[in-house]
């Protein structure tokens, strides 16, 4: 298992952007990660951007 460094860029409540240095420019790690995200509960949406490494996750704020 490969360790990754992140950092949350933002959060409000319902949605948070971090950002994997590791991952920019490297969109099958994000998509990797992004389907690591989802499989937790109340994960509703994700997207994710190659050209700055961030991935934004959509949330159930009830559940998180």
Do not use: C, D, W
């Not at 490297?26 to 994960?43: D, R, S, V, Y």
């Amino acid at each position: 298992m490969t360790r990754l460094k992140f950092n949350v860029a933002h959060q409000v409540p319902g949605r948070v952007r971090i950002k994997v240095p590791a991952a920019k420019g490297n969109p099958e790690l994000l998509q990797q990660i992004a389907e690591t995200f989802a499989a937790l509960p109340g994960i509703e949406r994700i997207t994710v951007n190659p050209a700055t490494g961030s991935v934004v996750m959509h949330y159930n704020v009830h559940l998180h």
